[in-house]
């Protein structure tokens, strides 16, 4: 067998043991909980009932916001075969899946850029045991490890066409980015971009310098033509995502007045700028980079019992709430809200970067460099308000995204990927070994004298406090001393692991001193350095996620138990919706797991829905929970029990009002709201005055509409007047997708009430329906088939052309 493929498949057999043996349990058939997967399994289950029920899609779900677009909740697309080949490559168990595919996109990327396959073996699981990597296992952010896994192997299909490999360059780049866009996380695919349009300036100041020009361009449209396909062969889902966006919470708001009524001070063509900061990593924070608990972790850090916390909790409160603190203890004091764990990249990994900055030379350097800062910069957001806001208010669709923090995935690629680069120089060539021990001593002066200085007086430089410790105010009031005791565990972490940083990266020094001095050999080297690097990362890694959070699988399966309220909510087979109090309604999953609910859990919102949640139903408007049929309320007492409502007065499914108001403006629509009688009146925006003919509507008190057929994507209402009426819907309005008939005939429908849907009814008896008919898969299935045969024959001819020319060109 040729060398090269029996390395790949070496390097594949690693990595399938590695991720198998890093998630062992699944080896039990046990799987890993995350609760951001258990919160989409309660938004999903309706629309998975569906498809098992019907074999087919139904593209729009009710369980959440009142009704939304199922595209980015849960959608299978026809002809969707790059997700089918993902799923060959996907073949271990979750999460170890993705595991493995992080590991394999960057050995491709290592591998494409001349690597040692043995060097390029220990950078793949270097890069794919990023402590943050690791980490989104543990919170459920699939989508986002699934798009991460596919950078490399984006950047290593660019960097063969800007080798001057065409044919396999744009092959390996369509197929790559394909896989990418397939992986729907679109803020990890937008980071990429600004990596790839780094990596481009890089390569066309080089080409200016070099006069080669038409190679930099020649190269450029072969990746145009391959990013093309790859958003061609992905074009349904991405032109359904397109449609939603304008409707979500990531686009333009058209109110301009506050919840108060007040005007608003900043108007976002996207997200607001406070909610994109919310995530901002502190400047100093940074450098959790390089010591994981410089800022002392996660929120919930597992000390253990051999600990001061734990003597002092004993002591206090007894072993089991001792041992419960220590086991969730407030280790994190930085300013972000939530965090699971450090962006950990890894002391070793620093050390040879840095030592990369003055060994390495050439345009891979500069890119990694520019793309490290780039990315530390903005992952700063509020803290470095100059540029973030620049970013915000210029930079197309960066306001879309929020938790700026996350775009150091950027430099979670870059600085492995520049290291183990720096490693393969370093062993590799025999020459300038006065240099390399130069540039030794360079980085081992900067890397571990930062860490020393950090060792030895770090405790002394921070105040260690947390904007939440005063949330345990109470506690230290009956038991003087607690928060002392707090911040004194917080210096021992920053202390334990500075120390440890500072130790490997004098051990990685020493390695490479030794190697110079040729007291030890290359392979030596090697195998040190995988033990090294393993260590780091995997004995960070473990802190955060590991055998505990695995469970059967009948528990990961049924995230949620229902509740004595569920099941006796449940006894009703009426359509309806629940309002859950009890919980964060606007960030909860689980009531859309049993009921229709008001709330839910997804990271782009109906903005309209969102809006009238913030400026009606937060505010306790009863007449707006009863508009959208709201027939059960959950809340928490004083006591913090929870209680079940019946809610008597709710709408129903549709209703008959005697009037009209017109308005002129998203602002006066929603504020109307505030005195509205939704039983009698209905508001309506000047928009859709063309379809009244008139404002007020003859009372029948015989008249009657109701629900006679529920499906998700479509209902049907039977409705009987002897006068012409004018019917508002409980359901979302939403223009793209939703067709109305009355007797089969295709009939207008409105908006009304700032979300719901209103129809003006002729007098008899009708039938009224209402599908989900939505044109952009059928539009997008065409596209994607046609970029599907693109994809085929583009190569197909290349390759024959080329074979062809190279014929030609041969002397006989």
């Known amino acids: 067998m040729n060398n090269k493929y029996l390395r790949f498949l070496i390097a594949i057999l690693v990595f399938v043991i590695v991720s198998v043996a890093y998630f062992s349990p699944i080896l039990e058939g046990k799987k890993i909980f995350q609760s951001d997967i258990a919160q989409f399994k309660g938004m999903s289950k309706e629309i998975v009932e569906y498809r098992k029920k019907n074999d087919a899609e139904p593209y729009w779900t009710n369980k959440a916001f009142g009704g939304m677009p199922a595209y980015n909740v849960s959608a299978y697309y026809p002809n969707n075969y790059i997700k089918k080949a993902d799923l060959l490559l996907r073949f271990l168990p979750r999460p170890a899946d993705y595991l493995f595919l992080y590991f394999l996109g960057f050995f491709v990327l290592l591998y494409v850029l001349k690597v040692e396959w043995k060097l390029a073996i220990i950078g793949a699981l270097a890069f794919g045991f990023s402590t943050y990597f690791i980490s989104l296992f543990g919170a459920g952010h699939n989508a986002k490890s699934h798009a991460i896994a596919y950078m490399p192997m984006v950047l290593a299909g660019i960097l063969l066409v800007f080798q001057r490999k065409y044919l396999s360059g744009f092959i390996l780049t369509a197929l790559a980015l394909a896989f990418e866009v397939n992986a729907s996380h ?121 600990t001061e916390t734990y003597a002092f909790l004993k002591n206090k ?136 200085i950090f060792t030895l007086f770090g405790t002394s430089l921070f105040s260690f406090e947390s904007f939440r410790d005063p949330g345990m105010a109470g506690i230290e009031e009956q038991f003087p001393g607690f928060m002392d005791t707090i911040i004194s565990e917080r210096k021992s972490l920053f202390f334990n692991d500075s120390l440890r940083s500072l130790i490997l990266i004098l051990i990685s020094g020493g390695l490479l001193w030794a190697f110079l001095k040729e007291k030890i050999n290359k392979n030596t080297v090697i195998i040190s350095f995988a033990v090294l690097i393993l260590f780091d990362l995997v004995g960070v890694d473990r802190r955060y996620v590991n055998d505990e959070d695995f469970v059967s699988k009948k528990q990961e399966e049924i995230p949620f138990a229902a509740s004595q309220f569920d099941k006796e909510i449940l006894k009703d087979k009426s359509y309806y919706r629940v309002a859950n109090f009890a919980v964060n309604p606007m960030n909860d999953g689980s009531t859309s797991y049993f009921h229709n609910s008001i709330g839910g859990y997804h990271a782009a919102k109906p903005r309209r829905y969102q809006e009238l949640f913030e400026y009606q139903i937060a505010k306790n408007n009863m007449q707006v929970l009863n508009m959208l049929n709201t027939k059960y309320i959950l809340f928490q007492d004083q006591d913090r029990v ?81 006068n012409e009426q004018l019917a508002i819907f409980s359901d979302m309005y939403y223009k793209e997708g939703w067709n109305a008939y009355i007797d089969g005939k295709l009939a207008p429908y409105f908006r009304a009430n700032y979300v719901l849907r209103a129809m003006v009814i002729p007098s008899g008896k009708h039938e009224i329906v209402f599908k989900f008919e939505p044109t952009v898969i059928k539009t997008g299935n065409t596209i994607t088939m046609i970029s599907y045969a693109l994809l085929l024959l583009i190569p197909i001819g290349w390759f024959f052309i080329d074979k062809k020319k190279n014929v030609q060109s041969t002397p006989e």
């Open 186 to 306: 679109p803020q990890m695919t937008y980071y990429l971009l600004f990596m790839i349009l780094i990596l481009g300036i890089v390569y066309l100041v080089d080409a200016i310098k070099q006069k080669t020009i038409p190679n930099f361009i020649k190269s450029t449209l072969i990746l145009a033509g391959a990013a093309v396909l790859a958003i061609g062969v992905n074009s349904t889902s991405l032109l359904a995502t397109k449609e939603y966006a304008s409707h979500s919470t990531r686009s333009k708001s058209e109110l301009t007045i506050t919840s108060e009524g007040k005007p608003k001070e900043h108007i976002s063509s996207g997200l607001d700028r406070e909610y994109i900061t919310e995530y901002s990593y502190g400047i100093a924070e940074s450098f959790s980079l390089l010591i994981p608990r410089f800022y002392g972790g996660g929120n919930r850090e597992n000390l253990g019992k051999d």
């Open 317 to 452: 409160f007894g072993r089991a709430e001792a041992k419960n603190f220590s086991e969730n203890f407030p280790g994190y004091w930085g300013e972000q809200t939530i965090i699971e764990a450090p962006f950990y990249i890894g002391a070793v990994l620093i050390f040879l970067f840095v030592l990369g900055l003055f060994l390495v030379k050439g345009n891979l350097k500069k890119w990694l460099l520019a793309a490290t800062i780039f990315s530390l910069l903005l992952s700063w957001g509020k803290h470095f308000p100059a540029l973030t806001n620049f970013f915000i208010d210029y930079v197309p669709l960066y306001n879309k995204f929020r938790a700026v923090s996350s775009i150091q995935v950027i430099a979670e690629l870059a600085v492995p990927l520049l290291a183990i680069i720096t490693l393969n120089q370093f062993l590799k060539d025999e020459n300038n070994k006065a240099n390399k021990l130069k540039y030794l001593k360079y980085a081992l002066y900067r890397v571990g004298g930062l860490t020393l």
């Open 642 to 722: 929870t209680r079940l409502q019946k809610n008597d007065d709710a709408n129903g499914n549709a209703w008959f009002v005697n009037s009209v108001e017109i308005v002129t403006s998203a602002n006066e629509e929603i504020m109307a709201l505030d005195s509205l009688n939704t039983k009698q009146k209905a508001v309506v925006n000047s928009e859709f005055k063309s379809m009244l003919s008139q404002t007020s509507f003859t009372k029948d008190s015989l008249a009657s509409i109701a629900l006679t057929s529920y499906q998700p994507n479509e209902l049907k209402y039977d409705s009987n007047s002897s």
